[in-house]
């Protein structure tokens, strides 16, 4: 049975897997090291090897094909790795000065193609499209869930990235609680009545320094305190609370930034490892003001230290004023 | 010039390089992922590249060699990549919502061989304590220093735990502020007037099945809330808050945990990269009771996902109570 322990240290969640133990030549780093000639291995996301993941949650099937067969242009699969069981309610457990939860919580799995090594730079629009629908989809699905409190939608490419499959796919989380990730939002609304999104869209419009690219809906910048370099985010330029209530024009819109930015990150930054992480608020509790949803991009081009683990501090060898500059270049050279 | 910026959506300090900008091909898994073949390319931390390197702030020369110059057997210098200047008075510079500091403190590298590919569980003893000595020498100097609030000290050892040269060594990073990332400890002493990291003790002395190893003076365990597989922390069994004040018996006792534990480490898992993080009480400053000092011993099995950045929250696929079960048995084996 999983466990989400409460770090009595740091203040934090850790969902602990308790029942197994991976085996060191299991976890991703040692298993991916292997296939090192960039060789084709077994991959269970793969058309033809639906067998091999838990029965699909939905697909997109274009010509009407059989459940859990070939034929699919995207599916969505339970993660066979969480740590999150859906079918409990939650409970609280102490133990001394420790306490835990059980691992009540979804995971999800977006194969966002058949084709293994197409990935989303490469994408047509219409994929994008559909994968940012279905991502809508199941956040509205989840959150009809009362037992999940915060939906974290992300992405892993590459191995740098954290990604144990190097199939393209997305991930969508719902979790039983709020993570402590984002607490300034909530106390900036708290202390000035504004969405602190908002504001930063104001003040970084009128300077510019940091702005890569405009368009009808989105705004997208390297935030003044990234953390890490060539960091860029995706803002709505309207206060909007939850991904689940983006528009058909917006998603459009974002089909095309994830297409054109992803590209011009992928050249200028030599093919590196990169994380998607879209940010929401949370769902199911007593309202809090001040959220606006944005999606972060995290090209990653080092690896974690020490010096973060310890003190939770990043440091950035790449001022983001530099970062958009650059940005900024290659997005109008591809006008 | 560096600047410290205040990150005003998660609350946390981002360390910023904010003059310059490194290219793709500089940052240290690109530069890396060219050796592949075990190449030993130019390496300025090695005997007889000194002219590379900064100017040394000390070193051990058994044989009293000049300075700067090979003949060393450990070496002390001042971290060329650093974001912090230690020449400056802290100030602070607000900008709209935004603020920061610039960059003051200091960071250190302390090269602990001469010899490229030597490693900590293969060091004599000797050299173990000798390593020892000069960190807690070095905490104790930089301590001196008003304008410092907090010592970071930890290890990055091999590409996926961060480090960006292959040759063995060791950081010490004076920081002008005390982190946020351990809140609990102060809390805790706040709430119940008791040492957190005592408790821990005790409750985990109890109950035994998160107990790696125990000496005179140290305690071996896998905490409760293990936020990596196979975390391990050695605990000082008696309460001191800072490294400063270890004794001589004890960095004895400690060097003999550091070479029998990392090696059992690296033989369990399949040689992985892996941290040390010494994690002290602040200096400088009101005291604030209920730190002690203990060290975090972190194999790199798993790349930092999307997850993880987005949330806050680690996911661990190893309870810690099966890597206690694993590495007792290794311990007791080495007996």
Not at 134 to 142: A, H, P, T
Not at 193 to 205: H, N, P
Request: glycine share 6%; hydrophobic share 35%; aromatic share 12%.
């Amino acid at each position: 049975m999983a466990e989400i322990r409460w770090d009595i240290i740091k203040n934090n969640w850790v969902g602990i897997a308790a029942g197994k133990a991976l085996k060191p030549n299991e976890f991703p780093i040692n298993k991916r090291g292997i296939d090192t000639n960039g060789n084709h291995v077994f991959c269970p996301f793969c058309e033809g090897y639906e067998s091999y993941t838990p029965p699909e949650i939905m697909a997109i099937r274009p010509n009407n094909s059989e459940t859990d067969k070939s034929g699919w242009s995207i599916r969505v699969i339970p993660n066979k790795f969480s740590i999150f069981n859906p079918e409990e309610s939650l409970e609280k457990e102490k133990s001394g000065i420790y306490c835990s939860y059980n691992g009540v919580g979804r995971q999800e799995v977006i194969i966002e193609t058949p084709i293994h090594g197409a990935e989303l730079h490469g994408y047509d629009i219409d994929r994008i499209v559909m994968i940012l629908n279905v991502l809508k989809q199941r956040y509205n699905v989840l959150s009809q869930d009362d037992r999940i409190k915060y939906i974290q939608m992300f992405k892993n490419q590459g191995v740098f990235s954290g990604a144990s499959q190097g199939h393209s796919h997305s991930q969508i989380m719902g979790l039983p609680f709020v993570p402590c990730e984002n607490p300034g939002v909530s106390e900036y609304y708290k202390k000035t009545g504004s969405c602190l999104m908002c504001e930063i869209i104001k003040q970084e419009k009128s300077r510019g320094e940091r702005i890569v690219y405009e368009t009808d809906y989105f705004l997208l910048l390297c935030p003044y305190a990234s953390r890490f370099p060539y960091e860029t985010w995706v803002i709505p330029r309207n206060h909007y609370e939850h991904f689940g209530a983006i528009s058909d024009a917006e998603i459009d819109d974002m089909a095309m930034i994830c297409k054109k930015f992803t590209g011009v990150m992928i050249d200028s930054l030599q093919n590196p490892a990169y994380n998607y992480i879209l940010n929401s608020a949370p769902v199911n509790m007593p309202y809090i003001s001040g959220f606006h949803w944005y999606l972060e991009i995290i090209p990653r081009m080092l690896v974690t230290a020490g010096v973060n683990i310890a003190t939770g501090i990043y440091t950035n060898p790449v001022a983001p004023e530099l970062s958009a500059q650059m940005y900024r270049q290659h997005m109008l050279n591809m006008e």
